[in-house]
């Protein structure tokens, strides 16, 4: 069973719609989340971190985290073809051990 | 401050050739990692390092080395150099481990 299972797409959406995004974790001490975004012939950037239930906003991205569904996601909103790139979902337990990523999730947002 | 730096950008090796990888940052980080990402595929954990003198296996640690010797840099071997080991690699680090991952340029390697 993968660590980190994320749809890798792509998912394509008009410019403008909001975009969701989502991952499912199996270790359930997983303590730590974070969504990062890596354009093509980049290196990943973290675009959000969330730690506890509930939702967390940053402008026009928000994070959702449900440990007990063992699952978190990631909306954009009004999508700007600028967004385009695959976003990559990281989980971590407590202490040393280090972030497990999903293989991604490959965003086109079409002008 | 120029953050994570890593050296060299591309490189073709021959199988059965060695070369090293290096990486080395400038944030006084204790933790350092070292990833290697295939096409279309996620990030994959070769080695990390929670500090100098203390090294770790990750997912995928064969036919890898590291060392940490000091605190900035956090070099990876490549002993006898194979078609599987063609990649990108990326070094990154932090300053603690639920915190923002720092990333490197990557390094591009192919093996033929």
């Known amino acids: 069973q993968k660590e980190v299972e994320q749809n890798s797409g792509p998912l394509s959406v008009p410019e403008g719609a909001i975009a969701s995004l989502n991952c499912t974790y199996s270790?359930?001490?997983?303590?730590?989340f974070f969504w990062y975004r890596q354009y093509s012939g980049k290196s990943p950037e973290l675009i959000m971190s969330i730690y506890s239930n509930g939702d967390k906003e940053d402008g026009r991205f928000t994070a959702q985290l449900n440990k007990a569904s063992q699952y978190v996601s990631l909306l954009i909103r009004d999508s700007q073809p600028s967004d385009s790139a695959t976003y990559l979902c990281?989980?971590?337990?407590?202490?040393?051990?280090?972030?497990?990523f999903g293989k991604g999730t490959r965003l086109s947002v079409i002008a | 401050n120029a953050g994570v730096t890593q050296t060299p950008k591309f490189r073709i090796l021959k199988i059965g050739q060695s070369m090293t990888l290096q990486c080395t940052q400038d944030m006084n980080h204790n933790y350092m990692y070292w990833y290697r990402q295939d096409p279309g595929m996620g990030l994959k954990l070769i080695y990390y390092?929670?500090?100098?003198?203390?090294?770790d296996k990750g997912e995928v640690p064969n036919g890898y080395n590291v060392s940490r010797s000091t605190t900035e840099d956090f070099p990876l071997r490549l002993e006898l150099a194979a078609p599987s080991q063609t990649s990108v690699y990326f070094c990154?680090?932090?300053?603690?481990?639920?915190?923002?991952?720092?990333f490197g340029e990557g390094s591009r390697l192919t093996v033929l």
């Open positions: 390092s929670v500090g100098a003198g203390i090294t």
């Open positions: 990154a680090s932090t300053e603690a481990g639920e915190r923002e991952l720092f």
């Open positions: 990281a989980v971590k337990r407590s202490g040393n051990t280090p972030l497990v």
């Open positions: 270790d359930r001490v997983s303590q730590s």
